[in-house]
């Protein structure tokens, strides 16, 4: 039983070293049941008053709903959940690059307008060997959008979310400037599997930012 496991975990991760990481924010990021996204779409659409009311309702104790820090993670929690919502429209095409496509360095995180299909696929080789992938969106004013089809999906996202770029400027919301982040990510060094008398261990690193619970339901798949 544990040998059979253990070879099906090598294989995940080997499809995962070769083909890249979703790069989804992990469920801890939204809170107990998510409330946290709720929290901060409340603030970006500036309703203070709901914030508030919600928050009380979560138990939050007054204080920290006038930390700043707090308020920004509830925002960041918004922001990570669209760009979720990008990421799985995209799916499986994350290590393919389109033509309008923002496409992100790994190494230092420049972004590049990639033109049309021709400029894609002059590009696809550098995406094959991980020197950088597509990006998707962390909304906020100062957000570049992609062009054609990946601009088409992050608008629909963004429209569909009741919000507009200007709101994540707003003060309620810490003014948030916006960002790119790639759409995968590579596992930094080559995975391993070892068994032992209970299971099976995982040894994998992934760049910082990123999230091992993201591997592992990439292994194990939702359920």
């Known amino acids: 039983m544990v040998t059979s496991l253990a070879s099906a975990a090598r294989d995940a991760l080997a499809s995962l070293y070769r083909l890249g990481v979703p790069n ?15 929290l901060g779409r409340l603030l970006v659409r500036g309703g203070v008053p709901g914030f508030l009311s919600a928050a009380k309702a979560a138990g939050t104790p007054d204080p920290r709903t006038r930390d700043r820090r707090f308020r920004n993670l509830m925002v960041n929690a918004f922001q990570a959940e669209l760009f979720n919502r990008v990421l799985s429209a995209r799916m499986p095409r994350i290590g393919t ?4 496509d923002l496409a992100q360095l790994h190494r230092n995180g420049a972004v590049f307008a990639v033109a049309d299909a021709e400029a894609a696929a002059r590009e696809q080789p550098r995406c094959a060997a991980f020197e950088l992938s597509p990006s998707g969106p962390l909304f906020g004013p100062k957000l570049p959008f992609p062009e054609g089809e990946p601009g ?13 770029l200007e709101d994540f400027g707003r003060p309620e919301a810490e003014r948030q400037p916006g960002a790119r982040r790639p759409l995968r990510v590579p596992l930094i060094e080559k995975p391993e599997v070892e068994e032992d008398a209970e299971g099976v261990v995982l040894k994998f690193a992934l760049p910082s930012g990123c999230y091992a619970t993201v591997v592992l339901r990439e292994m194990l798949g939702d359920g």
Not at 97 to 100: E, H, N, P, R, T
Not at 152 to 164: D, F, I, K
């Open 152 to 164: 088409e999906m992050e608008r629909a996202t963004l429209a569909a979310s009741g919000a507009a």
């Open 24 to 38: 989804y924010y992990g469920m801890q990021r939204f809170g107990r049941d998510a409330s946290n996204v709720e």
């Open 97 to 100: 690059l389109l033509a309008g």
